[in-house]
């Protein structure tokens, strides 16, 4: 179990509207190892931004257990699901998600705002180390509207990992990108994975899913495939 | 054909959200009704010319006393100079209005009266349907009585005979000729059914006899009311240097008879004025806040829409039919209340007076009330529809088909939502202060203590005509044989007899007090007190408290003994809190000119001689026994244990059996008068506390309105925010701050100019500033509470979303 970060349990998730109950997630078991890289992907519908959703504490499963770096994280309060959302999860949405109120600085900072154990210089520096590792530093005062797709996504993903978390969560991280950006994207994301980070990707483009080491395939709330990815494998072996 | 399928597409989209739709005409319907009907009901009040030719130019003389608009009666010389030298007036007339006693065989009633100057009925150039009116030769001393009666009269005295004219009338024993009939309706220049030559004149009456008048007159075009008051100041500074004493502090002005009801209370009615704007557009914010809402709503149908070639002026014009529709239905029923509104008010207004009120006093839906009305429609419908429209169709559309509603209206409609509440804020405290102000002024008003025990007393009055009851002994007699035969009835036990009880204006002549000296810059200045006339044990009766000396006795109505009771404000403001009792002091008698001093034998409590809330309450008064000041009129009081009507019988009998002639009338329970009295105020109150209450529900469901819809618009902003960490006490805490910063930001200029028309009432009502910065600090309390309600319910809400669904809420 120390080896893992995630663990998942028959896990279910079902949405209740107008008598029709929808099994997003159908008893779904899955373990991720530490400093892992997975991809989740499936066709649109298939419960992988609801299995997303779930991993990153934004929704509540409806059965089943789910252990987040050793702890039973299934029934825990609010309040201490957003504590492990702040310390242990980075997220990274495919649109950004960037606060158009605040600068690139304050975006980039806003989920240690939220934290008691830091002070503004420590503050500081997590933002400056989290916007050199993106090489957005140059952007400090710009307001997201003043930025390109990529740019923004690079701020978001210098949001994502300030606070050192355990656990980056992307969700179609390329979706709102063009191929070049979102070549950036990915590969900063492959920089993460190298330099120690467990990262979940969902996603619906085979060749984002093919840079993960595993590959878990979703469908009806089923998982359907989970094996290694070729690519990776094939980089590994070579 | 565009026109209809818009008209039909609005109509689709409102019947599919009936409840916002049922809120949104509701408020406006109470925003549009409230604020017309208070426009038409002070414009019939104090605006409204008078129904004849020329009306806008019809104006009162009156007189002020140290600066003071007392709404005073001229000497008749006072007025007779007035009118030689006052310019600017086409036509110039003096008039006396009182309650005359009319007797025919079956009895004797009371009519209101107007005796007049020939030319009263030149100012409305109005005929007689009967006869004629009186001439000039007929306005003199001892000219044959003649009188012209109103329609009313005609009507229920004489069930409409033809053949009315030169039949004879008593009235007040007094024989008169019938000349004439006046036409229905016609009640000028107050509420008058008869109307008799003054058969007063400078050249027959003296001076000093004091004869007392209202002026009347016609302005011209293009004299001011400001030029007549300058005028009238000088001619009367002239009359006071002339006779320093009979005219010391005696001034007069300029007012229009409508403006009589508020004379001094302008403040009041001009800031119940700015509080009939503020809350159509309390109003109009709530509504547009509603439809930009709405607008938000719809920008993803309205970016398709552009998507598809609309052109903007398409897109304006079907935003604008909804508030077009809004406000039109909301316009209507408001329109229906206003009418159901003015037909209460002219209910309520009648019984402010025990027989008719002022004849201009018909409220209605009038011409003016419509022009309102439309341009009021037509503002609101701008107000509401434009904002929302231009703010819809000026969105970034791209950004809304791609990624939803985020981005389109995002920081452009979360700056207009702070302004909205902001607004809301400010207009609600504004409208807030002014009507607590009133309220407790009423409120005050209407539980002041009087200075007497003011239950369970019959009140009535008689009033003696003064061509039979003509010297001092004579009404002293009536007096004295009326107390003598209701002395063996048990419910006169506590008989009193006096000419004003507390709560009732009673003369206020000047006076002296033995050893002081009133000079001031050259000028006698002695101060004026309320000068009553009671019978002896009436202060003990009404329960006035005894301080100091004794009550009066039947010692004191001995020829040659003059004896005064003077209440605690008049030896606080008078004498300096010297002891009292055994003191002298002198009222100055313009009419005999004696130098009479009386001595003081008592000391009371404070009693008030008017409504409590003018400046006049806090007036001192002196009172002397009936027998040593006799008057005409007079009020008969006892203390009763049940029914009105047996013992006003025994009364009615005692006085028939000394002189058939006199009436008893205005017989009422004593608490009922005084209500009475305040019953104006107490009804401006009233709508003033509708228009809090109403401020306060628009304000507390348009801040929840546009905190709810701020909050949904940042729903993703809070799932985005949840996502990176934030738990539920930060997001609180960031809206609460924000709302906070809102509400002072309302609440700061609103408390400023809220306060500022508080003490521009303030004066007028007796609202001390205490107590309106207690008022101020209530309602801030209120209001902040409100504020932070309407954030914390939709917040809240927002929280129990889980952040997955806030991050995808569309």
Redesign the interface.
């Known amino acids: 179990m120390s080896d893992l970060i995630i663990k998942l349990d028959n896990m279910s998730k079902v949405f209740f509207a107008d008598d029709l109950e929808t099994h997003a997630l159908n008893k779904i078991s899955l373990e991720v190892a530490k400093q892992e890289y997975i991809a989740i992907s499936g066709p649109s519908g298939s419960g992988k931004s609801t299995l997303l959703s779930v991993l990153g504490l934004l929704d509540t499963a409806t059965d089943g257990h789910y252990h987040l770096a050793d702890h039973l994280v299934s029934n825990i309060n609010k309040t201490e699901r957003a504590r492990i959302r702040n310390r242990e999860i980075g997220f990274i949405f495919q649109s950004f998600n960037l606060i158009s109120d605040l600068t690139v600085e304050e975006n980039v900072e806003l989920p240690l705002t939220y934290r008691t154990d830091l002070n503004k210089s420590q503050r500081k520096d997590k933002v400056t180390n989290a916007l050199k590792k993106v090489n957005m530093l140059h952007r400090v005062s710009h307001y997201p509207s003043q930025l390109s797709g990529g740019q923004q996504q690079r701020v978001a993903i210098a949001r994502a990992i300030a606070g050192d978390p355990k656990l980056i969560l992307a969700d179609e991280p390329t979706g709102n990108l063009d191929s070049k950006n979102a070549h950036d994207v990915l590969q900063l994301l492959d920089e993460l994975h190298r330099d120690g980070a467990t990262i979940c990707m969902v996603t619906h483009d085979p060749r984002s899913a093919q840079r993960a080491q595993r590959n878990i395939e979703v469908l009806d709330g089923r998982i359907v495939l989970d094996q290694p990815t070729t690519l990776n494998n094939a980089a590994v072996s070579a | 054909m565009h026109i209809y399928s818009d008209i039909k597409y609005t109509l689709r989209g409102l019947a599919k959200k009936p409840g916002f739709s049922a809120l949104a005409i509701l408020v406006m319907a109470s925003g549009i009704g409230l604020s017309v009907y208070l426009f038409s009901f002070m414009n019939v009040m104090l605006f409204k010319p008078m129904p004849f030719e020329g009306g806008e130019r019809f104006i009162q003389v009156f007189t002020s006393q140290n600066g003071s608009r007392i709404q005073g009666t001229l000497n008749l010389h006072d007025y007779h100079e007035i009118k030689q030298n006052l310019t600017g007036v086409s036509t110039l007339s003096a008039y006396r209005n009182q309650t005359v006693t009319v007797s025919q065989q079956d009895g004797t009633r009371r009519v209101e009266a107007t005796d007049s100057r020939a030319n009263i009925f030149s100012f409305t150039q109005t005929q007689p349907i009967l006869g004629r009116t009186f001439s000039e030769a007929e306005d003199k001393v001892g000219a044959p009585r003649v009188v012209v009666i109103g329609y009313e009269l005609w009507q229920n005295m004489f069930a409409g005979q033809a053949t009315i004219l030169n039949q004879s009338l008593r009235i007040d024993n007094e024989p008169h000729q019938i000349i004439g009939v006046m036409p229905k309706g016609y009640f000028f220049p107050y509420n008058a059914n008869l109307w008799r030559p003054l058969r007063d004149n400078v050249e027959q009456v003296s001076r000093e006899a004091n004869a007392q008048v209202r002026g009347l007159l016609l302005r011209d075009e293009d004299t001011s009311i400001t030029e007549l008051d300058q005028q009238l100041k000088l001619i009367m500074q002239r009359l006071e240097a002339r006779y320093p004493t009979a005219n010391n502090g005696i001034g007069a002005y300029a007012l229009t008879p409508n403006m009589i009801s508020a004379d001094g209370g302008m403040a009041v009615a001009y800031t119940m004025h700015i509080a009939a704007v503020l809350i159509l557009i309390l109003a109009s914010v709530n509504v547009g806040n509603l439809l930009l809402s709405r607008a938000v709503e719809r920008s993803h149908e309205t970016a398709i829409r552009v998507a598809l070639g609309a052109p903007k002026g398409r897109l304006i014009s079907q935003l604008l039919w909804e508030s077009i529709i809004i406000c039109s239905v909301g316009g209507f029923i408001g329109l229906c209340m206003i009418g159901w509104g003015l037909e209460v008010t002219q209910v309520i207004t009648n019984q402010f007076y025990t027989d008719r009120p002022p004849f201009w006093w018909q409220f209605g839906i009038d011409a003016y009330t419509l022009k309102l009305f439309f341009a009021f429609l037509l503002a609101t419908i701008l107000i509401t529809g434009l904002l929302p429209a231009l703010k819809s169709v000026n969105g970034d559309f791209n950004a809304v088909l791609r990624?939803g509603t985020?981005?389109a209206l995002?920081?452009n409609a979360g700056r207009l939502n702070k302004l909205l509440v902001i607004g809301e804020i400010f207009l609600s405290i504004t409208i807030l202060l002014v009507a607590a102000v009133i309220i407790i002024a009423s409120k005050k008003a209407t539980e002041a203590n009087y200075g007497a025990n003011i239950d369970n007393v019959m009140v009535s009055r008689v009033q003696l005509p003064d061509n039979q009851y003509d010297t001092a002994e004579r009404k002293v007699a009536f007096v004295n044989t009326l107390k003598a035969s209701l002395a063996s009835a048990p419910q006169f036990k506590q008989l009193i007899i006096a000419s004003a009880l507390p709560g009732m204006i009673s003369h206020r002549p000047s006076i002296a007090v033995e050893g002081k000296e009133y000079i001031q810059q050259g000028k006698a200045s002695y101060p004026r007190v309320n000068h009553i006339a009671v019978s002896a044990g009436s202060l003990k009766h009404l329960e006035i408290g005894l301080i100091a000396g004794r009550y009066f006795n039947h010692a004191d109505d001995q020829p040659n003994i003059h004896t005064v009771i003077v209440t605690q404000s008049f030896v606080t403001q008078l004498m300096n809190t010297e002891q009292p009792i055994g003191k002298r002091v002198r009222v100055i008698n313009d009419s005999t000119n004696t130098l009479q001093w009386a001595t003081i034998v008592g000391v009371v409590e404070h009693t008030i001689q008017t409504r409590p809330n003018r400046i006049e309450a806090s007036m001192p008064s002196i009172f002397q026994p009936y027998s040593q000041t006799p008057r005409d009129s007079m009020v008969i009081a006892t203390r009763i244990n049940g029914k009105i009507t047996p013992t006003a019988n025994t009364l009615r009998q005692a006085v028939h059996t000394i002189d058939p002639q006199l009436a008893i009338y205005h017989v009422e329970l004593y608490n009922a008068a005084l209500a009475r009295h305040m019953a104006p105020l107490a009804f401006v109150s009233n709508i003033l506390g509708l228009f809090g209450l109403a401020s306060f529900v628009l304000a507390g469901c348009g801040i929840y309105g546009v905190m709810s819809n701020t909050i949904a618009q940042r729903l993703?902003?809070m799932?985005?925010?949840?996502?990176?960490?934030?738990?539920?006490?930060?997001i609180m805490r960031e809206f609460m701050y924000s709302s906070t910063k809102q509400l002072l930001w309302g609440l700061i200029p609103g408390l400023g100019i809220g306060i500022a028309l508080g003490f521009a009432m303030s004066t007028t009502l007796n609202v001390s500033q205490l107590e309106l910065l207690s008022i101020a600090g209530i309602l801030t309390v209120g209001l902040a509470g409100v504020v932070l309600i309407a954030t914390y319910i939709p917040t809240k809400r927002a929280l129990d979303m889980?952040?997955?669904?806030a991050?995808h809420y569309q």
Do not use: T, Y
């Open positions: 990624d985020r981005g995002g920081k993703q902003e799932g985005v925010k949840r996502a990176l960490g934030a738990n539920e006490h930060h889980e952040p997955s669904h991050l």
